[in-house]
């Protein structure tokens, strides 16, 4: 009896962070919660909740892209105690500086999907997730090779301060322009290997799906010769009718070659989209894998255990030719 009271004094009195061997909390805190590309990271986490007897996944985020509602669901996740924190930054700076907060009290901390500045990397024990910069770069491939001899582009984007739309944008320009265009998210391209960018993008979204139908849809009818319109974030492509109508009267350009609309990921609406020729290419995520893997990862490293930095979940490139075979099964 002696030996059971002191273990439960032990426990009551363990530190935020650290929880008993037989049950861990860890949070995954995505962009937004109403957002599909998210909406599959969930999926998974609770995929990983079913086979871990000893982890429950909190699935908890802003309800749309605002950035410090995301900061203080961190900071309360913090004062809470939970166990781990894997979050994907919309504002990587200001996340950098929340997350000192939580090394202090001892609670591990792993990024997905979006990660920390390179100088805040030491707040986290590891970033899962695509390679950001070879999103741009397969988009950018995508576009040179219907259009071989470049032209005018529009680039669309997320969060101003998100490192993943940043580190997408780079290798979009750097791939278009044939060389280094410099930090995220590069330089704008100026006649670059034949590219350059039109006046009024990129466009910033925020990740707000009718905020990029509709800046798409006035960038494309104030420019009726624009060569391509690459999007960063699969926010253009969510709401289906709103897409397929802003879309609808360019198919033909799009058929003939000489208008290229291509998308970061691969939701169904969006392969949909891809097979009826409203797209010409997508390049896809595994935002499934992230969300299932950060739980793997979490219990790891709350048991003290080495784990990878980073772990790459891969990509999944589709154009009109392949739409029906390119996914990863």
Avoid at 30 to 52: H, I, S, T, V, W
Avoid at 127 to 149: C, E, F, Q, S
Avoid at 195 to 209: A, M, Q, V
Avoid at 264 to 288: H, I, K, S, Y
Wanted: net charge negative.
């Amino acid at each position: 009896m002696k030996k059971l009271l002191i273990a439960a004094t032990v426990a009551a009195f363990a530190a935020p962070g650290l929880a008993s061997a037989a049950d861990y909390t860890f949070a995954l805190v995505p962009k937004a919660m109403n957002n599909p590309f998210f909406d599959l990271a969930r999926d998974g986490c609770y995929k990983a909740q079913e086979e871990l007897a000893d982890v429950t996944c909190e699935y908890i985020g802003p309800g749309e892209h605002t950035e410090m509602e995301q900061i203080q669901i961190v900071q309360d996740l913090i004062s809470k105690g939970v166990d781990g924190i894997a979050v994907a930054p919309s504002n990587a700076p200001a996340m950098g500086k929340a997350l000192k907060a939580a090394q202090a009290a001892g609670i591990p901390v792993m990024t997905w999907d979006s990660d920390l500045l390179p100088e805040d990397a030491g707040l986290r024990t590891t970033y899962v997730g695509t390679y950001n910069y070879d999103i741009g770069v397969n988009l950018a491939k995508l576009v040179m090779a219907r259009h071989p001899d470049g032209g005018t582009i529009c680039l669309q984007t997320g969060g101003a301060a998100a490192a993943n739309h940043n580190e997408r944008l780079k290798g979009a320009r750097d791939t278009l322009a044939g060389k280094d265009t410099g930090t995220p998210p590069g330089a704008a391209l100026a006649g670059e290997n034949g590219w350059t960018e039109i006046s009024g993008c990129p466009l910033i979204t925020n990740d707000d799906g009718n905020v990029a139908v509709q800046g798409m849809t006035d960038i494309l009818a104030a420019n009726p010769d624009l060569t391509a319109f690459l999007s960063t974030g699969a926010f253009t492509q969510w709401y289906d009718n709103a897409y397929r109508q802003a879309v609808e009267p360019y198919t033909g350009r799009m058929a003939d070659g000489s208008l290229s609309i291509v998308v970061a990921d691969t939701l169904p609406m969006q392969m949909a989209q891809l097979a009826e020729g409203l797209a010409n290419g997508n390049v896809g995520q595994r935002p499934f894998e992230m969300g299932y893997k950060a739980m793997y990862i979490m219990k790891e490293i709350a048991e003290g255990k080495q784990v990878d930095d980073p772990i790459y979940t891969g990509l999944d490139v589709c154009d009109n030719d392949n739409h029906a075979s390119c996914l990863a099964q």
